[in-house]
C-alpha cells in the first residue's frame, strides 16, 4: 500500500502551475492535473485575442496541460465547471458593476470556483487526492499549529490580496510550492524542467482583450449624465459599467485646467459624479462580508490594509463586528472604490483578515 499523499494540481496551462506540477513530480510525489473548464462560449468574445482567464484559448491552455502531465506521466482531468463560473463569476461581475461598483473577480473565482467548485466536483467524480497545489504566490505559515495565510516572499508578485477568504480547513490541504520564489526563479525552473511554457506571457486580463463589453449585453445599460460635485451637467457617460472610482482616461469632459477624475457612481440615478484629485482622498472605509482569520482576535486591532491588488497595505485601525469592518487609516488613501475586497495584514505578512468594501468614510 502506498501511503505517499496524492497532489492534486490547478492547472491553467501557465507557466506557474506547470512549475508546479514539474516540481512536485521531481521530488518524487503522486501528482495528477486538474483543469477547470468554463468557456462556454455563451458570451461573444472576440477571436485571436491574447489569452485571458476567460475566453476562447481555453481550448489551447487545455491541449498544453495535457501535454504536459502527458511528459510528466501524471493523470490529468478536466472539469466542467462553466454554469458554475457564469453563476459564481460572471452573474456576480456584472451585478455589481450594474450597482454601481467595482467588482473583484479574481477574489470571487479563488475562494468559489478553484479552492471550492472545482476540488468539490473533483471528488464527486470519484477523483482522489490528498492535497492540493497552485502556482499562486503566497505562503501558508503552521508554526503556531494552526495554518496561516501569509504573503509571497516576493512582495512584487504575492497574491495573498485574492486569497483571504480561504478557510483554515483549506489552507490546511493546501500548498503553493511558489511561495518562496521569484517569477525569474520561476521561470528558470521551467526551463530546468524543458517546459513548453517557459517563456509563455502571463494573462493579465478577466476577459480576453480585456474588453467587459460583452459581459453586459442585454443588460439595459444606457447612456447618462456626467455632473460634477454640485449636480452640474458636464456631459454624457456611455454606461456605469464602463467606469471606476479614480478614473481618469476616457471621461471625456472637463472643467478648467486641473484633470477631473471619477469620485462616485450613483447606479440609482445612472450619473457618473467626477471632481479633483483632491476629492479622491478618503480617512477611512465601512465593508460588509468581513472575515477573520483568528476569530479570538479582539474586534478591534491595528493591521495594514491593502484596498486592492496594487495598493500598498498602510496602517489603520480596523474593527470588525457581526461581519462588519470599519477601517480608519493612519494617513487618507485615494480612490477606495465600493465592492473591492480589502484585506488586512500584520507586520509580518500574515493576513488577518478582509472584507468587502461598501462605502468610503471622508472626514
Given amino acids: 500500500m502506498n501511503d505517499t499523499p496524492v497532489y492534486a494540481v490547478g492547472l491553467s496551462g501557465g507557466v506557474d502551475s506547470s512549475v508546479v506540477a514539474a516540481l ?14 468554463i468557456w462556454n462560449g455563451a458570451i461573444r468574445v472576440q477571436e485571436d485575442l491574447k489569452h485571458a482567464c476567460y475566453g476562447p484559448g481555453e481550448e489551447e491552455d487545455i491541449a498544453a496541460c495535457e501535454r ?9 482531468h478536466v472539469l466542467d465547471l462553466a454554469d458554475d463560473y457564469q453563476e459564481a463569476v460572471l452573474n456576480y461581475f456584472r451585478d455589481e458593476y450594474l450597482r454601481g461598483r467595482t467588482p473583484n473577480p479574481c477574489v470571487a473565482c479563488n475562494h468559489t470556483m478553484k479552492f471550492g467548485f472545482l476540488l468539490s466536483r ?52 493546501t500548498e503553493f510550492p511558489l511561495g518562496e520564489l521569484t517569477k525569474a526563479e520561476t521561470r528558470d525552473l521551467a526551463r530546468s524542467f524543458g517546459l513548453e511554457v517557459s517563456e509563455k506571457p502571463e494573462s493579465q486580463d478577466f476577459i480576453a482583450g480585456g474588453d ?24 454624457q457617460h456611455r454606461g456605469i459599467v464602463h467606469y471606476t472610482i479614480g478614473q481618469r482616461r476616457g471621461i471625456g469632459v472637463s472643467a478648467g ?21 483632491a ?30 491588488q496594487n495598493h500598498k497595505p498602510v496602517p489603520s485601525t480596523v474593527t470588525v463586528i457581526d461581519g462588519a469592518a470599519r477601517v480608519e487609516f493612519d494617513i487618507p488613501q485615494r480612490a477606495v472604490a465600493p465592492g473591492q475586497s480589502a484585506v ?20
Wanted: hydrophobic fraction near 40%.
Fill in 212 to 235: 467587459y463589453g460583452p459581459v453586459f449585453e442585454g443588460s439595459g445599460v444606457e447612456p447618462g449624465d456626467i455632473v460634477d460635485d454640485e449636480g452640474q451637467v458636464l456631459g
Fill in 68 to 76: 504536459l502531465c502527458s511528459s510528466l506521466g501524471i493523470p490529468y
Fill in 279 to 308: 476629492s479622491l482622498f478618503a480617512d477611512g472605509f465601512e465593508a460588509g462580508d468581513a472575515v477573520l482569520a483568528d476569530l479570538s482576535r479582539d474586534s478591534s486591532f491595528a493591521a495594514f490594509v491593502r484596498i486592492r
Fill in 257 to 277: 485646467p486641473e484633470a477631473l477624475y471619477v469620485t462616485a457612481i450613483d447606479a440609482g440615478r445612472n450619473r457618473i459624479v467626477v471632481s479633483k484629485n
Fill in 122 to 173: 473533483a471528488r464527486e467524480a470519484g477523483i482522489g487526492f490528498d492535497r492540493f497545489a497552485t502556482g499562486h504566490y503566497a505562503r501558508i505559515d503552521l508554526s503556531s499549529g494552526r495554518p496561516r495565510l501569509r504573503m509571497a516572499l516576493d512582495a512584487a508578485k504575492d497574491q495573498s490580496y485574492f486569497l483571504y477568504r480561504l478557510a483554515p480547513a483549506t489552507l490546511s490541504m
Fill in 24 to 37: 512536485l513530480a521531481s521530488r518524487g510525489q503522486r501528482v495528477i492535473g486538474l483543469t477547470m473548464k
Fill in 344 to 363: 488586512f495584514y500584520d507586520a509580518d505578512g500574515f493576513v488577518l483578515g478582509g472584507g468587502i468594501i461598501d462605502r468610503a468614510i471622508h472626514s
